[in-house]
């Protein structure tokens, strides 16, 4: 739950303030030092990625929450099996240290999902006035952006062999509508 521009968290003085009677389920008390509960079972609390208590939650006013994720139970990631969930508070400061990808002694990565669409090289060899070096891909024919559905079962998938080919191993992949993933591979002599 993002708090920016969020009218609870605005009027929210703490964090447990912001989550009673918001997520189905946790049981919030803000009496004393506060608690936090999953089906009876204590729920783990987590401050900018780092285990934390619900003290060092309480300090923190709501005006420094960039972010509120909630883990239902079973969260792995703890120990114990984590039966009774997790809830991550993000600092704005935080979120902000964790876009910085300039941190001394720690690996980072960017993922970016899937890739962009490159162009593949095929040679246009029904040019008959260009000359063309022996043609040795291994690939023969590329293409991304193939769409096949209940009417259109058949696709034409015109390409030219390569100089030293016997056989030709077809391999098609890809996603379904349902966004599973779909393979299939088969080899031609």
């Known amino acids: 739950m993002v708090t920016e521009g969020d009218i609870r968290a605005a009027s929210a003085e703490t964090v447990l303030q912001y989550l009673q009677g918001q997520v189905a389920g946790l049981q ?39 972010m509120v994720k909630i883990f ?11 039966t009774g969930g997790a809830v991550a508070v993000y600092t704005k400061k935080g979120v902000d240290a964790a876009r910085n990808t300039n941190v001394k002694g720690l690996n980072t990565a960017i993922l ?45 998938i015109p390409f030219y062999n390569s100089d030293n080919c016997k056989k030709i191993k077809v391999v098609i992949e890809g996603i379904n509508q349902n966004g599973l993933l779909t393979r299939e591979e088969k080899t031609f002599e």
Do not use: C, H
């Open 112 to 156: 970016l999902g899937y890739s962009d669409i490159k162009e593949f090289y095929s040679p246009d060899y029904s040019k008959t006035n260009e000359s063309f070096a022996a043609d040795n891909r291994t690939t023969l024919y590329w293409n991304p952006f193939i769409l096949m559905d209940a009417t259109n079962r058949r696709v034409k």
């Open 72 to 82: 239902r139970p079973p969260f792995f990631g703890s120990g114990g099996g984590g």
């Open 28 to 66: 919030v008390s803000t009496i004393g030092d506060g608690s936090l509960s999953w089906r009876g079972s204590n729920t783990d609390v987590y401050l900018d990625e780092t285990k934390t208590d619900l003290q060092m939650i309480q300090s923190i006013s709501m005006n420094d929450v960039a």
